[in-house]
């Protein structure tokens, strides 16, 4: 299905939009950030808060990094101070990089089991498809934040993969 190399490429996009989005956001006033926006975590601050709980979360489970001390429920209030919740997404994109540049093919193929507070139970699944999950999930919540920014008068750079560069 998938292979390092597709890992190493998503985590790389990963850091380029996380920074397109911050950058747009900076843009804008706290107060325009928080406002609530009638997306599923409310306004911009707190889907980047969500988005970086379930980062956060998803290598607690790939990983040896302890997972975040608070539940979904409260993701989107992860971190209040901007400046915390932005050199806190850019410490994991890093942590995530480096995490990808070590990956192989046989960690890929093997399985994971977990207890998810979401569902409230246990789940077991190939670690393949947990990983294009963590991804798709960034892309999604960066999709309503690109939406909201937008709204606001905010003006995100593109976001296809293809426009990437190779560095």
């Given at each position: 299905?998938?292979?390092?190399?597709?890992?190493?490429?998503?985590?790389r996009y990963n850091?380029?939009?996380?920074?397109?989005?911050?950058?747009?956001?900076?843009?804008?006033?706290?107060?325009?950030?928080?406002?609530?926006?009638?997306?599923?975590?409310?306004?911009?601050?707190?889907?980047?808060?969500?988005?970086?709980?379930?980062?956060?979360?998803?290598?607690?489970?790939?990983?040896?990094?302890?997972?975040?001390?608070?539940?979904?429920?409260?993701?989107?209030?992860?971190?209040?101070?901007?400046?915390?919740?932005?050199?806190?997404?850019?410490?994991?994109?890093?942590?995530?990089?480096?995490?990808?540049?070590?990956?192989?093919?046989?960690?890929?193929?093997?399985e994971l089991s977990?207890?998810?507070?979401?569902?409230?139970?246990?789940?077991?699944?190939?670690?393949?498809?947990?990983?294009?999950?963590f991804f798709n999930?960034?892309?999604?919540?960066?999709?309503?934040?690109?939406?909201?920014?937008?709204?606001?008068?905010?003006?995100?750079?593109?976001?296809?993969?293809?426009?990437?560069?190779?560095?």
């Open positions: 299905m998938i292979d390092p190399a597709y890992v190493r490429t998503m985590a850091i380029w939009q996380n920074g397109n989005l911050f950058t747009a956001a900076e843009t804008l006033s706290p107060d325009d950030r928080a406002a609530d926006r009638g997306a599923f975590f409310g306004s911009i601050h707190g889907t980047l808060n969500h988005l970086l709980w379930g980062d956060q979360m998803w290598m607690s489970r790939f990983t040896d990094r302890p997972k975040p001390e608070i539940g979904i429920g409260d993701s989107g209030r992860l971190f209040a101070n901007w400046d915390d919740l932005a050199r806190n997404r850019r410490a994991l994109d890093s942590e995530i990089l480096a995490w990808a540049e070590g990956l192989d093919g046989a960690w890929l193929a093997g977990w207890y998810s507070g979401a569902t409230k139970r246990e789940m077991t699944h190939r670690l393949a498809d947990l990983v294009v999950h999930h960034q892309t999604h919540h960066r999709g309503q934040v690109h939406a909201m920014l937008t709204a606001a008068g905010a003006h995100p750079d593109d976001t296809d993969l293809m426009l990437m560069s190779a560095e």
